[in-house]
């Protein structure tokens, strides 16, 4: 059980744009069941049902992602098949470029001026990890690797992924050029599940796929093993140790986790079965906030209107440690007074959530309905109210 209250909601001006990003708790010890996740310099779990962290360690620095490269490239691909600008049916030429790649690390084998549809081509990059079937995927999407990885770049400047740069489209060693954090691989895999769950589904968490007649595997520690894991991208190169980022969903609730520079396979896989299973096992959740529950209101400026209402964009939940019982507390923090007009929907504020033991975070809040601009009567009055206050 829970307590939910709200404090006094204040409006703080902020001197820059409202941030949503989750504050990264400190190492939690671990249960012995889970010791071997102590053996990735870098991990992370995150529950994007409730948008709270479990489990951090150096979230915030920066890795070598290697093959975990792919999830932006698929990312963006989905994003090109969603707007109608690529067919996953369409047939691509295989480049002298993308041929070049046969052998080097895990590849399709393709072959200079082969005949492949473009689903297969991106399927090979997201459950084989096949370095040369990301190449031909990026320059059937937009012409060539490099505008592709232009666009992975500005993909995660959109997302908020401030630590990490893509320079390859497969990850492939660069020298350093391409590095991520694990904080922005959790945005990434939100972004994935939560705007193509469809193609997401279909492209993710398989085992293996069958190509020229052949079956080839993934690298997946959680494909067939784990229950209701669906993805998402193993990376490993000499530089880089053994990464993952994983995702499970089990009962409507989705944990996210990271993995990286474990010291080989099996740390890794163990790492990451035993960080989901106690994801689950330790850590209760409830239903917490829906879209249209008004949780306060803020003031706004030139507007028909002298507040609007603030909601939550989509459902979340609340998870807790078992066997605690806390008192929930928020504060909607914003940059205000708010400038009209508004659309409803839009993002205009954050809720920090204080629950004891655990550190604060931080959820989106948008406008409940739109406001206009003022008109001249409302302009007046609104001006008479202000010097009343």
Known sequence: MFNWRFLLPIALVLSGATSQATKIPPDRVLPAGVADARLAPVALLADISSGQILFARAADKRMLP????KAMTALVAFDLIKQGKLNEDAIVTVSPAAARLAGKGTTLNLRTGEKVRLGDLLMGTTIVSANDAAVA????????????VQTMNAYAQALGMGGSRFASVNGLPDGGKTYVTANDMIRLATALVAEHPALYRKYFGHKSMIWRGGRYNSHDPF???LPGADGIKTGHTREAGFNFLGAVERDGRR?????GG???EA????ASRGLAEWGYRAWDSRAFLTPGYVVGAAKVQGGDARDVQLTVPRAFALSQAKGQASEVSGRIVYQGPLKAPLAKGQQVARLEITIPGQPVYALPLVTAKAVGSAGTIDRVMGGLLGLLE
């Open 255 to 259: 944990l996210v986790l990271v993995i």
């Open 223 to 225: 494909a067939g093993v």
């Open 137 to 148: 995927l990026a320059e059937a999407a937009l012409g060539s690797s490099d505008t592709f």
């Open 66 to 69: 290697a093959s975990m490269t």
């Open 267 to 270: 740390a890794r896989a163990d």
């Open 262 to 264: 474990a010291p080989t």
